[in-house]
């Protein structure tokens, strides 16, 4: 049954939208009428919009935050920019979220539970709008919100940009490996069988390596999908992801790393949370939730406990082993100073940066790793095949 999007206004003039089903335009007109609405405007649109390239990604939620921000801003009220958003956003799938929102606007329902409906609003997004609802600073919230997201999205970016070139090196480098094992040295071994000559260890050892890639490769390519497949399934259970964030916090280096990336994450929702007015036991509640690493979430629930116990925060994170105590320190200052947000904002930037440089570092020393670790395969590959080529032709080494 087609789903149209309408505008109607009631009796006592007020003007609504709203989706509904119907089989045609003209049993929609019915309906309204029977309803006492006078139809202004009847469009068709789908039940689902959007596929996979339709998707809605942190960065059309940060586009979508910026122009709500900025409709605002130019003195619209929020269920007409709404109404302005739906139906002028880039993505369709982002145009139909929009247009539920405005629909439950017009309902009655606030913002923040009309976001809560739409998975692409994660919770830190939600209970920020709520807190500004609270206080009447929505503006301001939605303004500290783009900022946020601006901030996670410059952060993700740099780290996916410095892993660009080792993928790029170590794919460019396997194809090479494979062109060479797959095509290459079948050819140089049919010479090799026809000359019916002894072959040095080397060259054998390759020419076997090569027909078994040769006649195999569907099953090691095969067992690797698989491989990946069962350990994505394992990762998506609980008792897989607590491993898996457990290994995290064991292994020399990742550790390391780990617990930079999650004191940046924690401290900048946090930081954030609390400077939008959401009540401190929430907010660490909601960035336990961001840390995305399940042992550390359970080691900072003590903190809501503390602060419930009126302990403050500073003691509890120093307990909770997983801050330095530089971090406790400053947090204990903050809260005397009554300026806890912005501290968070300093030590999420302090570590963002760290985390920026150590997985800097961690490349620049992989890089050269990966060059030596190809050069000697390939060099394998080249020196079997000139040993084989001088013992036929009897050429001295």
């Given amino acids: 049954m087609p789903l149209y999007v309408y505008e109607a206004v009631d009796p006592s003039g007020r003007k609504i939208r709203e989706r509904s089903s119907h089989t045609d335009e003209a049993s929609l007109r019915a309906y309204l009428k029977e309803k006492g609405l006078m139809p202004l405007t009847i469009r068709p649109t789908e039940a689902r919009e959007g596929g996979f390239f339709e998707r809605v990604a942190m960065k059309d939620l940060l586009v979508f935050t910026q122009e709500l921000g900025n409709l605002l801003d130019a003195g619209l009220p929020i269920d007409r920019a709404l109404y302005v958003l739906s139906e002028h956003a880039e993505k369709k799938a982002m145009r139909s979220i929009v247009a539920d929102i405005y629909i439950d606007i017009q309902k009655g329902n606030t913002l923040s539970l009309s976001l809560s409906k739409h998975k692409v609003f994660p919770r830190v997004y939600v209970n920020m709008v709520k807190a500004g609802e609270s206080g009447g600073i929505i503006e301001t919230v939605i303004k500290r919100l783009a900022i946020f997201l601006q901030a996670s999205i410059a952060f993700r970016e740099e780290i996916v940009s410095a892993m660009i070139y080792p993928i790029l090196l170590t794919t460019v480098g396997g194809l090479a490996i494979a062109v060479l094992m797959l095509y290459v040295i079948p050819n140089f071994a049919k010479i090799f069988t026809d000359m019916g000559q002894a072959l040095p260890l080397p060259t054998l050892i390759l020419i076997k390596s090569s027909n078994a890639l040769g006649a195999y490769w569907w099953l090691i390519l095969g067992g690797l999908l698989l491989a990946v497949l069962a350990v994505?399934?394992?990762?998506?259970?609980?008792?897989?992801?607590?491993?898996?964030?457990?290994?995290?916090?064991?292994?020399?280096?990742?550790?390391?790393?780990?617990?930079?990336?999650?004191?940046?994450?924690?401290?900048?929702?946090?930081?954030?949370?609390?400077?939008?007015?959401?009540?401190?036991?929430?907010?660490?509640?909601?960035?336990?939730?961001?840390?995305?690493?399940?042992?550390?979430?359970?080691?900072?629930?003590?903190?809501?406990?503390?602060?419930?116990?009126?302990?403050?925060?500073?003691?509890?994170?120093?307990?909770?082993?997983?801050?330095?105590?530089?971090?406790?320190?400053?947090?204990?200052?903050?809260?005397?100073?009554?300026?806890?947000?912005?501290?968070?904002?300093?030590?999420?930037?302090?570590?963002?940066?760290?985390?920026?440089?150590?997985?800097?570092r961690f490349i620049s020393l992989f890089e050269p790793a990966l060059i030596l670790l190809m050069g000697l395969v390939v060099g394998f590959i080249v020196i079997a095949m000139l040993v084989g080529i001088f013992s036929i032709n009897d050429i001295p080494l």
Wanted: charged fraction near 25%; proline fraction near 4%; hydrophobic fraction near 40%.
């Fill in 232 to 360: 994505r399934g394992y990762i998506k259970t609980a008792e897989g992801r607590t491993y898996i964030d457990t290994m995290k916090l064991r292994i020399p280096g990742i550790r390391t790393l780990n617990m930079k990336l999650v004191i940046a994450r924690f401290s900048r929702t946090f930081g954030t949370l609390l400077q939008s007015g959401v009540p401190i036991i929430e907010a660490i509640r909601i960035s336990r939730d961001v840390v995305d690493n399940d042992p550390v979430s359970k080691q900072l629930a003590a903190l809501e406990e503390g602060v419930s116990k009126g302990r403050g925060l500073a003691l509890p994170l120093k307990e909770s082993g997983i801050f330095p105590g530089i971090v406790s320190q400053m947090v204990a200052v903050g809260e005397e100073a009554g300026r806890l947000e912005e501290t968070f904002m300093l030590i999420a930037e302090r570590f963002e940066a760290e985390t920026k440089s150590l997985i800097k």
